[in-house]
């Protein structure tokens, strides 16, 4: 299988080919993504914004961190109700705090089967205008969704040595159709985040249920959360590279598991020249940095601190892109981008419908069109494994 690779930038679907002339490149806004404010730049931006297709603008694939200045300020007077669906757990407890944190949330509600009511009245203490309520059981889910803008699920069982984001299926497959179809029935066009493992089966998983309640246009809103991968990909590479972590940026496309995570580190801002054998280190590290975690906690959880960090950061996007503006992340989600595969994680433009656009993957190496070669199988098998649970 072969990358769909073009000498422009062209998102699938109603998109438009954006080329940059000389004189119009010197006064193109440079884009970061996770919504930082447009820069107006004159002699850099031949470099930070060309990328390696021709010439062609495409925007960058990460964001500075979450909460840095360097970030675009958010619209304080946005009105947005956020459901967090597991929010009792180790992702579910750190992420519902950043997200209560966030300006634009008024209305924040927790749910899981047991704890929220404590975890809630534990957060409504901290002095941001954002109000909380926790909710319990299936009886009260419909509730918990009722006008939500943004629902984000990092609900299921974590990781231990020894298990991989497959092995978790049977049980967080089971936890996130039965979330999706609630969600269809009370807030169907919420924008959703999908966190729970395995991401690539759990994302189709939500797509069919949709598809079988009759609900339209959902395939851009569901949205696989893979900003962990980005985070972790501009953290090493900022270690490696010995320059300010805001300043990276490293596209990771493919997936949200093992070899499916592909880091492009031949697109990386800024440029930097690294050994092939280096290049392949950092990109088997990438790839199993979740197991480095699980590992290193010793069968006491997995990556739950990091993974809220970038599903706040990701939230934070999708909140922006609904309140009109243009943000720029990666993420997993139904798409025709590589041949083979009907979802794959690339750069997207997010907005007030969730994905606005879908931009090609560019030019690769040879490293990296071996590690696409590789995945698309991979994927095919995820993919297929969570369609066929979602019409049993």
Known sequence: MRAMVTKGAIGTGATRTMTVSRTASMRTASMRTGGTRIQHQQQRLGDQCRSRTGGVRTPQASSPRFGSSKRGNMVSCGAAKVAVLGAAGGIGQPLSMLVKMLPSVTELSLYDIQGTPGVAADLSHCNTACKVKGYVGDEELAACLEGCDLV???????????????????????????????????????????????????????????????????????????????????????????????????????????????????????????????????????????????????????????????????????????????????????????????????????????????????EVTEFEQAGIDALVPELQKSIAKGEEFAKK
């Open 152 to 362: 984000i699920i990092p609900a299921g069982v974590p990781r231990k040595p020894g298990m991989t984001r497959d092995d978790l299926f049977n049980i967080n497959a089971g936890i996130v159709k039965g979330l999706a179809e609630k969600c269809a029935e009370i807030c169907p066009n919420a924008i959703l985040n999908i966190i729970s493992n395995p991401v690539n089966s759990t994302v189709p998983i939500c797509n069919e249920v949709y598809k079988a309640a009759g609900v339209t246009g959902a395939s851009r809103r569901i949205l696989g959360v893979t900003t962990l991968d980005i985070v972790r990909s501009n953290t090493f590479l900022a270690e490696e590279c010995g320059v300010d972590v805001d300043e990276v940026d490293v596209p990771v496309i493919g997936g949200h598991a093992g070899i499916t995570i592909l880091p492009l580190l031949s697109q990386m801002r800024p440029k930097v020249s690294l050994d092939p054998n280096r290049i392949e280190e950092l990109t088997v590290r990438i790839q199993n940095a979740g197991t480095e975690v699980v590992e290193a906690k010793a069968g006491a959880g997995s990556a739950t601190l990091s993974m809220a960090y970038a599903a706040a950061r990701f939230a934070e996007s999708c909140l922006r892109g609904l309140q009109g503006d243009k943000v720029y992340e990666c993420a997993y989600l139904e798409s025709n981008l590589v041949d083979g595969v009907g979802y794959f994680a690339s750069k997207v433009q997010l907005g007030p419908n969730g994905c606005e656009e879908i931009f090609e993957v560019g």
